[in-house]
């Protein structure tokens, strides 16, 4: 399959900027499996798509600020680096700009020298492997001196931090945010829970996939970049019960897409307690073991995300929906509106 079959043209108004100040005020684009009809709501509307003895999981990382701007120590020479994955105590792969300036044994100074960082290791794509030294919480110099990690294609400046965070983001990993679920609010997930729709939670730290485009011409031949996922006994028993009750599964966002379809794909299409690190690479025609239906972002022509979402329904009817969105003046991207898609 090639790449060029998942292209589109998107005018570059329509890629949003600024997050909307009310979060369930983003319009939704339903989509249905089965017919192929497509509807236009509000997303505060989808209390009425998701049915009670439904679930919906949610991907409860936390976007750290993983952009920092530090400096050669011997040189003075400007550096961006962009936090990816801790890979062990303190040693994080990072992708670095310029990359060739930093080659195995260069040491950045960040802010005022309380965080400094030796590349240990070089990587393809400009990525490094940093070990980085401090005295105190990480986390918390982290917050001093890092910066959001807002993708290329958002010019304006995020005057509210936590409006790339979702309301629920609990654990910290993240170098980009899993944007589906920017669009709930507390009373909206109170609501959904009061109608009797189950909702539980999955980890998946978004990591290089998200930044790493498709550079090869037959899809078939790309690698995504492995992801830390983990999944609780709690949740997993909440999952085998919806499935033995007959409810559907709905994912948040393709980062919980691809962590239950790893789980279910490893595990003869049962949930089980399990953490670790997947790559799973989901285009069509690929068969789905653990999901019913998802709720999403509109995405970047050619990208892994949108290959994902053709192979939920099929390539023709998704793209005839994005010309649909495009015709009625959707918002696009991390900041935009969402489409569910159900039967």
């Not at 701007?69 to 801790?86: M, P, S």
């Not at 189950?198 to 690698?223: A, C, D, Y």
Request: charge should be negative; charged fraction near 25%; hydrophobic fraction near 40%.
């Amino acid at each position: 399959m090639n790449i060029n079959d998942f292209d589109f043209d998107l005018p570059e108004h329509l890629i949003a900027q600024t997050p909307l100040l009310d979060r369930t005020s983003s319009r939704m684009l339903v989509l249905n499996r089965e017919t192929k009809e497509v509807s236009h709501q509000q997303f505060r509307d989808i209390i009425d798509y998701i049915q009670p003895g439904d679930c919906l999981v949610i991907n409860d990382t936390r976007v750290i600020p993983a952009r920092l701007f530090g400096i050669k120590k011997d040189t003075g020479a400007k550096i961006e680096v962009l936090l990816l994955t801790e890979q062990e105590q303190d040693h994080w792969e990072v992708l670095v700009k310029p990359a060739r300036k930093v080659p195995v044994g260069t040491t950045l100074v960040f802010g005022d020298g309380k965080l400094t960082a030796t590349c240990v290791k070089e990587k393809e794509h400009g990525g490094r492997v940093f070990q980085f030294h401090y005295e105190g919480i990480f986390y918390q110099i982290l917050d001093k001196l890092g910066e959001m990690p807002l993708p290329p294609y958002i010019k304006a400046q995020l005057e509210e931090k936590d409006r790339y965070q979702t309301v629920y983001a609990k654990h910290e990993g993240s170098a980009a945010a899993p944007t589906a679920g920017l669009h709930f609010t507390e009373e909206l997930l109170e609501k959904l829970k009061a109608k009797g729709v189950q909702i539980t939670t999955i980890t998946l730290h978004v990591g290089l996939g998200t930044f790493r485009p498709v550079s090869v011409e037959n899809i078939e031949e790309h690698k995504m970049h492995a992801e830390f996922y983990q999944i609780s006994a709690e949740t997993a028993s909440i999952l085998n019960e919806t499935r033995v009750n007959n409810g559907k599964i709905i994912a948040v966002g393709t980062t919980s897409v691809r962590t239950l379809e790893t789980i279910a794909r490893d595990h003869h299409g049962k949930f089980v307690e399990a953490s670790g690190w997947t790559d799973i690479f989901i285009y069509p025609p690929y068969q789905f073991k653990a999901i019913d239906g998802m709720i999403t972002n509109f995405h970047l022509p050619k990208s892994t995300l949108i290959m994902l979402v053709s192979a939920l329904v099929d390539k023709e009817t998704v793209l005839q929906a994005y010309q649909e969105a495009v015709k009625e003046q959707y918002r696009f991207f991390s900041f935009g509106d969402a489409m569910l898609i159900i039967t």
